[in-house]
């Protein structure tokens, strides 16, 4: 595994931003930055052996700072949603900062995910870490997160978060991975096809808060038990798919058990012949399919924009507001404990 870092810039503080590449003895690739511990680009072959970026991205490294679809970054203290910004901890009240309808999402208006992060290189992977301060956006507790990049010779991508905090405190870390296996900028995903792990459906309401509830996903619009292309459920109006104009839904996983790696599905493209099967020790995946891509992106690599449904994210992570649902599993981080959570995907061709 050979690993090449290089300064892609700096920002107006002086700070250095840095890209890795993480490249194996096939040719294929990934590549990262320090900024939000962003995944950049994964350079993987299709069924003819060429090598195509299938993780959407943009142009320069300013683009990484603020983007509305936070593309390819780690996304903390708590990915999703906390309901209308308040949770109780330990029978303390907090009021955390409200940045959306359903309250407070993805950590807040400066999460993890638009900070620059400490990062190094460790023998065969890359290693990012942040501090996120006492209060930061109303958490309690001081958090010290640190998340490690693996990727071997056979295209697997390892992604391993460690957190510790001195006060209790709710830590749900995810990556925000887009992906389009036909290659980046290649148009829309609705043609992937989108098997999951998952026989349940998590119920929101018409803010996308949930309401506790599990649906049934046999005979649904949601219901990726099988292999299934992503397009055909799209004017459905069950759990609100036409709507919200795609999936923007989460999948609790069948037979998950806590610190185990659990097979949460398979995506595949026909048309290149790339699949990415993904397996993670979190208790669930939420499913989105670019839906609000056209809406303010950056520039990508190409030198365009992307459109909606032009990637599909299947994030790995706790269930949402789980701090304000005991019937869910936990998402609570008690002082002395350590959070560990890795999610795995192993792309190869069919």
């Not at 900024?35 to 003819?48: H, N, Q, T, Y």
């Not at 308040?86 to 959306?100: A, H, I």
């Not at 595949?268 to 839906?291: C, H, W």
Request: aromatic share 8%; net charge negative; charged share 25%.
């Amino acid at each position: 595994m050979e690993i090449e870092q290089h300064i892609w810039g700096a920002t107006s503080d002086g700070e250095v931003v840095v890209l890795y590449t993480l490249r194996n003895d096939r040719g294929a690739e990934v590549q990262l930055c320090n900024i939000g511990a962003s995944i950049i680009s994964v350079k993987v072959p299709d069924r003819e052996g060429h090598l195509a970026d299938v993780a959407l991205g943009y142009r320069d490294f300013k683009s990484y700072f603020s983007d509305p679809a936070h593309c390819g970054k780690s996304i903390g203290r708590v990915a999703g949603c906390i309901a209308y910004g308040v949770m109780t901890v330990e029978g303390e009240e907090y009021r955390l900062e409200v940045n959306s309808g359903a309250g407070h999402l993805d950590g807040g208006v400066k999460g993890l995910a638009d900070r620059l992060w400490e990062s190094r290189v460790e023998t065969n992977r890359v290693v990012m870490s942040i501090y996120s301060e006492e209060g930061d956006s109303g958490y309690p507790g001081g958090l010290q997160v640190e998340v490690a990049f693996d990727f071997d010779e056979e295209n697997t991508l390892e992604i391993t978060y460690v957190a510790q905090s001195d006060r209790t405190t709710p830590v749900n870390l995810t990556d925000y991975l887009y992906l389009n296996l036909g290659g980046d900028a290649s148009g829309s995903t609705l043609d992937h096809q989108l098997r999951l792990n998952a026989s349940r459906l998590l119920e929101t309401d018409d803010r996308g808060i949930p309401t506790g509830a599990l649906l049934d996903v046999a005979d649904t619009a949601v219901d990726f038990r099988t292999l299934r292309r992503l397009g055909d459920g799209m004017e459905s109006d069950f759990a609100r798919i036409r709507m919200l104009r795609g999936y923007e839904h989460f999948f609790p996983l069948d037979g998950w058990r806590p610190n185990i790696l659990t097979e949460v599905g398979e995506l595949r493209d026909e048309r290149s012949g790339r699949k990415v099967e993904i397996f993670s020790s979190q208790p669930g995946a939420m499913l989105y399919t670019g839906n609000r891509l056209a809406g303010g992106c950056p520039v990508n690599k190409s030198g365009g924009r992307y459109r909606d449904h032009d990637g599909v994210v299947v994030a790995c992570m706790g269930y949402p507001d789980a701090v304000n649902h005991p019937e869910f599993p936990s998402v609570l981080l008690e002082p002395g404990r350590l959070y560990v959570q890795k999610t795995v995907y192993r792309f190869g061709t069919f």
